[in-house]
Structure formats: structure tokens, C-alpha cells
């Protein structure tokens, strides 16, 4: 199936229909590029969880057209999920709130909370409202790649997961790079679970108070798994101050097909046959923009591990830390 382009209001449309219908739909989003169908339908979002490979009880986030809509899946929305959504939607932040009972258990993975986002891309907008005119309130859509592996950025990326046979909604390249923020509303004390291009600094500026750490009690929600966001290559993580030169993982010597991605350059013995060198941004927002797209490059070009410099401290690089960190476990 060819790819469907955003700018035209009849292939949005054809998007749309085609969710309304119960089928899944690949679409652009600011973030990354999301995986969809309507959240309200159980059989349409168990097609998600069998075409990513992913485990039932693992719940993806719900994507609604305006703030109004949350209250369809919504039970209660606290002041401070008000707040932020007042803030930052259109946006890439997903609050998790408690659910409305008897809607989209098989989005929420069977949790009595919901994660919720009103994204900032035109394409998914237009998509989203679209979709709404047709009966679907909302679209649930984790990142369209196999369960555990890079989130796509660009729609050469879902096809190469997926093939030709899925639906996209072609958006260009994301701008943000990775996704969502994740902050559980559904308690007294707010929790970040997952940073994103929103930092904790951000969001506790909004909300006038310390955001909570993850615990026991905290629900389960997308992206959050200890190893996640992994190229085939294994990663290693890297301090300017003591780069591996030389000791590449089952490599004596001069290193055979190693992915470097770093401000500082390798000596070429580093790389090898086959490797090659990506230098790293300065900015933490160029860096988050572009890291998926590198690590897919990576894997392309067959190289046999990939290093990548840590990023430096400093809460605008904590969403890139948390995608390192998990890429790498």
C-alpha cells in the first residue's frame, strides 16, 4: 500500500475511515510515529497489541482530537491533570488518570487508569478530528515499530517494521524525535514516569509542587520497561573522559564495525571495517530529534555494536538519558 500523504484532506480522510472501520493506521505525531486504532474498540486495539508483538497487559496511550474529549475515557480529572493539560496540549505530554469504567479496557491493558495525550502535529490533528466526525472518540497508538525495538521517526521507518501492507499517514520526519512525557495524575501526589522533551523541571513549574518518583503503586505505562527503545546492535554508554577505544565487545585490536555517536570524534582505528562515526549535537532538542533515526542508521549499515557518548547532566537532556539508559540496558 502506498503511503498516504497528510497534506491531502482525501488521504486524511481515507486514515480516518479506515480507523472508524476497526483497522490499524500508522500516522504521524510529533513525537514519534504512532501505531492506531480506535481506542474504544477492544478487538481493533488487540491488532496493535499482535502486529508490535506486544505483551496484552503492557497499556498504550489514547490520542483524542481536543481536551474535551478526555472526559469520554476519563472517570475524574484532578487539578493537577487539569493544569498540565492546560499547559501543554497540544503537546507531548500524556497524563494517566483514572479510567471511565467499562471504556477501552484493552488500551488501559486492564489498569483502572488511562494515559491520554492531545498531540501537537497537524497530521495527527487533522487525523484525530477526522476520525471523531466518524464516531471514534479516541485513537489508541503506541510507536509503530516491533514491541521493545527504536520508535520510527520517519515513515521509511514503519514500513521497514512493518512492510507495505500497513497504512501510513505520511507526516514527514517527527520533530521532537521521542516520546511523550508520562506524569500519573491518578494519585494525591503526582508521579513522573516517563520524561520526554518535557523535563521534570517543566512540568513541577506548572504544577507548583515536587513530582514523585515511580513506586510499587505506580500503574504500568508504555515505554517504561527497564530495556526498551533497542536497535539489534547492542549499546554501550560511554564518558568522554574514558571512551572504549579499542575494547569493542568481542574485538581485539582494531575494532570491526562499530557505530560511534559522539561530540567526541573517534580515532579511526576505533571504528574499523564497516564503522562509522555520527557526531552528536551540542543541543539536547537536536539530539532527541534525530537519536532513533542514528540508531536505525547503525543497525542498517550492519555494524556489529554501537557506543554512544552520555549525554551531559542538566535536566534538558533527561528525556535522552531515559531513551539511552533503557537502549542499553
Given amino acids: 500500500m502506498p503511503l498516504l500523504s497528510g497534506r491531502d484532506p482525501l488521504a486524511v480522510r481515507e486514515a480516518a475511515a479506515r480507523l472508524a ?11 514519534v510515529y504512532g501505531l492506531g486504532a480506535r481506542a474504544d474498540d477492544d478487538a481493533a486495539v488487540a491488532r496493535i497489541y499482535a502486529a508490535k508483538g506486544r505483551p496484552a497487559g503492557h497499556p498504550l496511550i489514547v490520542h483524542v482530537a481536543d481536551a474535551a474529549a478526555a472526559s469520554v475515557f476519563a472517570e475524574s480529572l484532578s ?3 487539569q493544569r498540565l493539560m492546560a499547559a501543554f496540549w497540544p503537546g507531548p505530554l500524556t497524563v494517566i488518570v483514572p479510567r471511565r469504567p467499562g471504556v477501552a479496557a484493552a488500551a488501559a491493558g486492564g489498569q483502572a487508569s488511562i494515559g491520554l495525550r492531545l498531540p501537537a502535529h497537524p497530521v ?18 503506541p510507536s509503530a515499530n516491533r514491541f521493545g525495538r527504536v520508535s520510527p521517526t520517519q515513515p521509511a521507518h514503519v514500513v521497514a517494521e512493518f512492510g507495505p ?21 491518578t494519585r494525591e501526589w503526582p508521579a513522573l514516569l516517563r520524561p520526554g522533551q518535557l523535563g ?3 512540568l513541577e513549574a506548572v504544577l507548583g509542587e515536587t513530582l514523585a518518583a515511580p513506586d510499587a503503586a505506580s500503574p504500568r505505562a508504555s ?28 574485538v581485539s585490536g582494531a575494532c570491526a564495525g562499530i557505530g560511534v555517536y559522539s561530540r567526541v570524534a573517534p580515532p579511526a582505528h576505533a571504528l ?12 539536547a532538542a537536536a539530539v532527541a530529534h534525530e ?29 535522552v538519558r531515559d531513551r539511552l539508559q533503557r537502549a542499553a540496558a
Avoid at 472501520?21 to 513525537?31: H, I, K, R, Y
Avoid at 487533522?126 to 466518524?134: D, G, H, K, S, T
Avoid at 564497516?274 to 552528536?280: A, K, L, Q
Fill in 124 to 141: 495527527a490533528l487533522a487525523l484525530l478530528r477526522e476520525a471523531a466526525a466518524l464516531g471514534v472518540a479516541g485513537v489508541a497508538a
Fill in 79 to 81: 487539578p493537577a491533570a
Fill in 272 to 283: 574499523g571495517a564497516g564503522g562509522w562515526h555520527r557526531p552528536m549535537p551540542a543541543q
Fill in 223 to 250: 515505554g517504561t520497561l527497564a530495556s526498551h527503545y533497542a536497535p539489534r546492535a547492542p549499546v554501550r554508554l560511554f564518558t568522554a573522559r574514558q571512551p572504549p577505544w579499542g575494547t569493542g565487545p568481542g
Fill in 165 to 185: 501492507g500497513l497504512a501510513v499517514l505520511d507526516g514527514g520526519a517527527c520533530g521532537v524525535g521521542i516520546e511523550s512525557a508520562i506524569v500519573d495524575c
Fill in 200 to 202: 521534570r523541571a517543566q
Fill in 21 to 31: 472501520a476497526g483497522e490499524l493506521v500508522a500516522f504521524a505525531t510529533e513525537t
Fill in 291 to 319: 537519536l532513533f533515526a542514528v540508531l536505525r542508521e547503525f543497525d542498517d549499515a550492519g555494524v556489529q555494536a554501537i557506543w554512544v557518548e552520555r549525554p551531559p547532566p542538566g535536566p534538558a537532556w533527561e528525556g
